[in-house]
């Protein structure tokens, strides 16, 4: 049992490059969770699925896409990298608004 | 106004002091209220959950919750230095299934 899996871990993109962060869950969750934390803002939302086939916009969504893929997978894209990208990204996955969210390891991303 | 609210710190107490963190959070309709711990470099792990009015106690941990006042506290008695982390307040929204986080508060526990 991995929990949620994240990958890549470390990443180092070229503005203008594009990459896609992917994340899977198996504790069969129903939500799952895109957020990007950088020093002093906390946790941002860029987009959420409250369930398979469903995507919504965070707080952050600009310069993103989503998939969800199945109701494991839900993938990030960045289809044109900006050094303002430079983050932490966390996904997460929730069986319903009334548990716990659990956390992937993370993905440091640095955009030069 | 940000949907959830914490004072970003650092609150410094001493080892075997209690510390107490709050959070305020916009969405009246708010149904489910967590506590989150994050050691530097590392994601962020459960603490404790609450969903209803008053206190709920696991440990040395306390959350305390008032939907009146839009309102979610945490206390930790006993304070450790292996207690000094950001701790982010979580909200999950009543009117979307949103998970959203507060800006965490940088506690740090003095030996």
């Known amino acids: 049992n991995a929990g949620v899996t994240q990958t890549p871990k470390f990443q180092v993109l070229k503005t203008g490059q594009s990459m896609t962060l992917q994340c899977a869950q198996d504790?069969?969750?129903?939500?799952m969770y895109w957020y990007r934390q950088d020093p002093g803002m906390g946790l941002r939302l860029i987009y959420y699925?409250?369930?398979?086939?469903?995507?919504d916009k965070g707080e952050v969504p600009n310069g993103y896409n989503v998939s969800r893929l199945n109701k494991r997978e839900f993938s990030l894209r960045l289809e044109s990298a900006a050094p303002s990208q430079t983050s932490v990204y966390f996904c997460?996955?929730?069986?319903?608004?009334?548990?716990?969210?659990?956390f992937g390891q993370g993905t440091r991303l640095t955009v030069v | 106004q940000k949907e959830v609210e914490q004072n970003s710190g650092p609150l410094s107490v001493p080892e075997g002091a209690i510390a107490s963190l709050n959070c305020t959070y916009s969405?009246?309709?708010?149904?489910?209220f967590f506590w989150y711990r994050q050691y530097s470099g590392k994601s962020p792990e459960l603490i404790m959950s609450?969903?209803?009015?008053g206190d709920k106690e696991d440990g040395r941990f306390t959350a305390q919750l008032n939907k009146a006042s839009q309102y979610v506290s945490l206390l930790i008695r006993d304070s450790q230095p292996s207690d000094s982390a950001t701790y982010l307040c979580?909200?999950?929204?009543?009117?979307?299934?949103?998970?959203?986080f507060g800006t965490g508060t940088l506690l740090a526990v003095q030996p």
């Open positions: 699925s409250a369930s398979e086939g469903t995507t």
């Open positions: 997460a996955s929730q069986r319903d608004r009334y548990t716990e969210a659990f």
């Open positions: 979580a909200v999950n929204g009543g009117a979307t299934n949103k998970l959203i």
């Open positions: 504790m069969n969750h129903n939500s």
């Open positions: 969405d009246r309709g708010s149904q489910s």
């Open positions: 609450i969903y209803s009015n």
